[in-house]
């Protein structure tokens, strides 16, 4: 896909049946959930288990000046106490799609991560001879610097394995929430799934786009974003903030790439009588 003069692209590492929608949304009711069956399934809800679908995936923009990674996914070695298939990966198939693509891990210019969960950082390293090692060894990894005292505070596995040895080895560039890498990139703060995410803008020759992250996961989040989110650190903030963002998005129209919809994952917000609707549009990516 093309944003003026940026090239947009991605790798899906994975793209499964996630959760159940009652254990996605607590509280939100079942029933109502039921009668949205028919539009979800098959692509965005399982027929087989009832569970939602979800990509976990990297955007990869291509500026006039910098090749940057958006997000990197879950990663092998990795530990994960939520979820087992996430644990201990040894599927190295997001590594090789990324040479695939012709793109050498010593060529990217930026990594930003949105957030600091699990899935959305686990490539920022790989486990070389028993130590964990930047994967883009000339990159700047930009993620906001209330995430980092978050994660540190809580010494979680992603912060010991996948931020650490980056902050170690003097690559991290701790940001503000509405840091701007140039005319082209810049952060939103889109807080309360964490106390630091960031949505990411991009613009070129008058058109926008932005990545959402985890500020809304599924398409049933735009008919009713005053559902809670199961991991949200802050849901009312998260509520606030995806409100804010959905009114947003439906008046300017920018074209909205998002972390974890079904394929093709982009699309617009548009208006649904008093609430919102995902538009997804055909792309190749």
């Known amino acids: 896909m093309q944003i003026g003069d940026i090239e947009i692209d991605r790798i899906v590492e994975m793209e499964i049946p996630f959760l159940s929608p009652a254990d996605a949304f607590?509280?939100?009711p079942v029933d109502l959930i039921n009668t949205h069956r028919d539009w979800l399934e098959p692509a965005a809800l399982c027929p087989e288990t009832g569970m939602l679908i979800?990509?976990?995936?990297?955007?990869?923009?291509?500026?006039?000046?910098?090749?940057?990674?958006?997000?990197?996914?879950?990663?092998?070695?990795?530990?994960?106490?939520?979820?087992?298939n996430w644990h201990q990966r040894s599927d190295n198939r997001w590594y090789q799609s990324l040479l695939d693509k012709g793109i050498d891990p010593a060529q990217v210019d930026y990594v930003f991560c949105t957030h600091l969960h699990g899935d959305h950082c686990g490539w920022?390293?790989?486990?070389?001879?028993?130590?964990?090692?930047?994967?883009?060894?000339?990159?700047?990894?930009?993620?906001?610097?209330?995430?980092?005292?978050?994660?540190?505070?809580?010494?979680t596995p992603a912060y010991q394995e996948s931020v650490l040895p980056c902050i170690e080895s003097g690559q991290v560039l701790s940001v503000a929430t509405d840091y701007a890498l140039d005319d082209h990139v810049w952060l939103e703060p889109a807080l309360g799934h964490t106390p630091g995410h960031v949505a990411v803008h991009l613009q070129s020759r008058g058109q926008r786009a932005v990545l959402c992250g985890d500020l809304i996961h599924s398409p049933l989040q735009c008919l009713y974003p005053h559902w809670e989110y199961w991991?949200?650190?802050?849901?009312?903030?998260?509520?606030?903030?995806?409100?804010?963002?959905?009114?947003?998005?439906c008046e300017q129209q920018n074209l909205v790439l998002t972390a974890h919809f079904?394929?093709?994952?982009?699309?617009?917000?548009?208006?649904?009588?008093?609430?919102?609707?995902f538009e997804f549009i055909q792309s190749k990516i």
Not at 141 to 148: G, H, L, P, S, T
Not at 262 to 277: E, I, K, L, Q, Y
């Open 124 to 155: 920022n390293t790989r486990l070389v001879d028993g130590r964990w090692v930047p994967t883009f060894p000339n990159a700047k990894y930009i993620i906001a610097k209330d995430e980092i005292d978050h994660v540190a505070g809580e010494n």
């Open 26 to 28: 607590p509280g939100a």
């Open 54 to 84: 979800i990509a976990i995936q990297t955007w990869i923009i291509r500026t006039p000046q910098h090749l940057i990674l958006v997000d990197t996914c879950i990663g092998c070695n990795k530990t994960n106490h939520y979820f087992e």
């Open 262 to 277: 079904p394929s093709p994952s982009v699309g617009h917000v548009t208006a649904r009588n008093d609430t919102f609707w």
């Open 231 to 249: 991991i949200d650190h802050n849901p009312q903030q998260a509520i606030s903030t995806r409100k804010k963002f959905l009114e947003t998005q």
